[in-house]
């Protein structure tokens, strides 16, 4: 045990200390925190405060005051907030009250400082327009708005209210404008409000009816459904556990072929047996991936985190990950190591790599089929049969119609029977192909070496 | 005493080739043996299967007493035909893992590493990577490697192959440390001068099949082959003299002089007077058995064609696998 241990060490130090394995696995993360840090920052900083005038022409008379109130910038971030809330509310329910002032302000950037000028309401509106030409004048004329006659009062005969005009400088942005819109949006309602002597509250409570998370009931309880951005939790775990498996596999099969073209492995088979040399290998190599996956999830938490998205994680579903990887690691750590030790250079493990590489993609070719369709036959029946299993359940965690508890069980049983399987197979592959040079075996010969073992 | 190491009826064939067949071996403990035989007799297969590195068709062994050498490999210490090491890996982390491997505790380790380094002329090494070491360097590495546990049991495949001169030496005189401690030592080579040099006992091997297990003494006597080695001391002198002188049966000129070989019950103490007093002598010597004639008519029965009897020959004096250098 000590000697695996030993062997596990050297293989981890040997991994880690390497300059390109750092570089290869700092890369991403470093680009998710360029993502997450600076960008933010560098959006603010290149869209600075919009100033100017904006005209307003009301042929009611009874909304210009409420626009006045409405486009102060303490209203207009009050009313950014509102919405922020309502959408990430909708989207990733939890998440709600996460949204602090400070996230906005950095996603948002600074409210624009508008001011208000009523024109008289009897103002040529073609002349008007003028003012919205880019002129050298102190001010920016950012737009003009005519608010119809039949706003706030339906004309005679008609359902519906009448709206408004808008007219734009070429140089406002999208993201002020919108901020005009729903600024004569609130004080044209509020206007009506006061014209039909209603009270808002009364009539915002009256429309509003929350819509609750529905409940799917199984025999065994019942689950709360996930929407929106959960989403993308399945797709984003399985390339968790892909780059995790690879980084592990790949370096074991390199690392092996290695240690048997140095002939070095006939010292340390003087020293231990095949097969703590294979398991200090496995569990080496294992401390990498798990490191590369803390690594990775610990910058994915960090993000949401940033993002005011934390709540969106599940925790079971970090431990259901680790579980899983461990799993998905053995089966093609096992394989790809039993790839090494056959073969004597890397170029002949090409062969055999792409099978096994075949295996691991196609998990992901499906991802779709099974992201939409949880619980469907066929997904039910992947999420049985290894090596796919453990992708499979990943996703269907992850799905927002998650599955029954004895299905998972079943999963984690029948991988770990593969995972058994798996490093048996290599085991013997492995005593046998450590003193074996020459030709490149193919599959069958590893099988009948396994059988011959 | 039980013996450090025992084979019984030991096989092992690969594909159609039988590489050791049906091998016994007893080498007692505290012995220096020798297995020589020529490339290919199947050394390296036995010796893989004594380390449990391969595992023998039928058959069976004893290691230390233990019944397979997975269970006393703490005690063993082995350099392989085939030397390795981790390119990227400093000469003394090298050791020191592969000490530890082998049971010896961290802190004895790097002092045992530094000390046999010194011994072996490399005391400067240890910080060094393994990659940038020339290749007898590197053998030299690895020959540590191999001792640095102390071990009971030494077992040395081709230890000598492609050394300079100097290192054989270093390494000669550590083999005879290593004897001097207590240490059984088995290596193999087909260099039979090498094993005339250190070994105590012989066992060859010959197409899987041992063809002799005796001791270096006893084969010196059963194998003398009344030979006197004659070099006269005026160069030019004529040799035409010997062939008259009693019990001479055949002369041989060499490039110093010529070989006599005697008939049978000749006294060869007799014979030597007399061929002193006959030219006046640089040198006259009874020539020593020689491994490598006693395995040539071993293995052929007098009955082998020339051809097959020279290119064992050139084997068996290391000519056909390192060329002329040795």
Not at chain 1, 83 to 107: E, H, I, K, S
Not at chain 2, 40 to 58: Q, V
Not at chain 2, 76 to 102: C, H, N, S, W
């Amino acid at each position: 045990m000590k000697k695996i241990g030993l062997i596990a060490q050297r293989e981890f130090l040997a991994t880690v200390a390497n300059r390109g394995f750092v570089i290869g696995l700092l890369i991403m993360p470093a680009i998710i925190a360029v993502a997450a840090f600076i960008g933010p920052r560098l959006m603010n900083a290149s869209s600075p405060q919009v100033r100017g005038t904006v005209a307003v022409v009301d042929r009611t008379g009874r909304v210009a005051p409420e626009l006045t109130e409405v486009l102060t910038p303490a209203a207009i971030e009050a009313r950014r907030r509102e919405n922020a809330r309502r959408a990430m509310a909708q989207a990733a329910p939890g998440a709600g009250q996460a949204v602090t002032d400070q996230n906005l302000q950095r996603l948002g950037g600074t409210v624009p400082d508008l001011r208000l000028v009523e024109r008289p309401d009897g103002s040529d509106i073609e002349r008007e327009k003028d003012f919205l030409i880019p002129k050298e004048q102190a001010e920016r004329g950012l737009a003009l708005i005519v608010i119809r006659a039949d706003a706030v009062a339906r004309a005679a005969g008609q359902s519906e209210y009448g709206g408004y005009d808008l007219y734009v400088s070429p140089t406002l942005d999208d993201a002020t404008e919108s901020v005009i819109h729903d600024g004569v949006r609130q004080a044209l309602v509020n206007a009506r409000l006061a014209a039909g002597n209603l009270d808002r509250e009364v009539v915002e409570a009256t429309m509003r009816v929350s819509r609750p998370q529905s409940v799917i009931v199984t025999a065994a309880g019942e689950q709360q459904t996930q929407r929106g951005l959960t989403r993308a939790l399945p797709f984003i775990l399985g390339i968790l556990m892909f780059i995790g498996v690879m980084i592990g596999g790949q370096t074991l099969m390199t690392s092996t072929i290695e240690e048997k073209s140095s002939r070095v492995v006939e010292v340390l088979l003087a020293t231990v047996s095949p097969f703590e040399l294979m398991a200090g290998k496995l569990l080496g190599q294992l401390a990498v991936g798990l490191l590369a996956m803390a690594i990775y999830v610990g910058m994915g938490l960090f993000v949401l985190y940033s993002f005011a998205m934390l709540g969106l994680i599940d925790p079971m579903l970090v431990l259901y990950l680790v579980v899983f990887f461990l799993i998905t690691y053995l089966v093609f750590g096992a394989l790809m190591t039993a790839i090494g030790a056959s073969v004597s250079q890397m170029a002949d493990a090409q062969s055999l790599m792409g099978p096994v590489m075949m295996l691991l993609v196609l998990p992901y070719i499906l991802s779709p089929m099974i992201g939409r369709a949880p619980n469907s036959t066929f997904s039910v029946a992947m999420s049985f049969l290894p090596p796919f299993n453990t992708f499979v359940m990943m996703s269907r965690l992850a799905s927002d119609s998650p599955p029954p508890a004895w299905q998972v069980w079943l999963t984690v049983g029948i991988g770990l029977a593969a995972a058994y399987a798996a490093v048996w197979f290599a085991g013997k592959v492995f005593k046998i192909g450590l003193l074996m040079h020459g030709k490149p075996p193919n599959f069958a010969t590893l099988i009948r070496w396994a059988r011959a073992a | 005493m039980e013996s450090a190491l025992r084979l019984r009826g030991v096989t092992k064939t690969f594909g159609t080739t039988r590489a050791v067949d049906h091998l016994d071996l007893d080498v007692p403990r505290g012995a220096t043996y020798g297995f020589i035989g020529p490339s290919g007799a199947g050394k390296t297969t036995c010796i893989r299967m004594i380390m449990s590195i391969l595992f023998p068709d039928s058959g069976e062994l004893s290691v230390l007493g233990r019944s397979s050498a997975l269970e006393a490999k703490d005690r063993i210490g082995y350099l392989p035909e085939e030397r390795g090491v981790y390119r990227k890996m400093r000469v003394g982390d090298f050791l020191t893992y592969i000490a530890q491997l082998k049971g010896v505790p961290e802190q004895d380790a790097s002092a045992r590493a530094s000390r046999l380094l010194g011994q072996l002329a490399l005391g400067d090494v240890l910080r060094k990577r393994c990659e940038d070491m020339s290749k007898g360097m590197l053998q030299r590495v690895q020959f540590v490697a191999a001792i640095i546990n102390e071990p009971e049991l030494l077992i040395l495949d081709e230890p000598f192959s492609g050394l300079d001169p100097v290192s054989v030496r270093l390494l000669k005189q550590i083999i005879a440390d290593e004897h001097r401690r207590g240490a059984t030592i088995l290596f193999s080579t087909h260099v039979m001068a090498h094993a005339e040099e250190l070994c105590q006992h012989i066992v060859m091997i010959h197409q899987g099949r041992k063809v002799l297990d005796e001791p270096m003494a006893g084969l010196r006597r059963q194998y003398d082959t009344r030979v006197i080695r004659f070099e006269p001391l005026d160069a030019a002198a004529s040799l035409s003299p010997l062939r008259l002188l009693p019990g001479v049966e055949a002369i041989d000129t060499t490039d110093e002089g010529c070989t006599i070989r005697l008939s049978e019950g000749r006294d060869p103490a007799d014979a030597m007077r007399l061929i002193a007093a006959t030219i006046a002598p640089a040198r006259v010597e009874l020539a020593r058995v020689r491994l490598e004639d006693v395995f040539i008519r071993l293995v052929t029965d007098g009955g082998r064609a020339d051809e097959a009897e020279k290119a064992l020959r050139a084997n068996l004096q290391g000519l056909a696998t390192e060329g002329m250098a040795v």
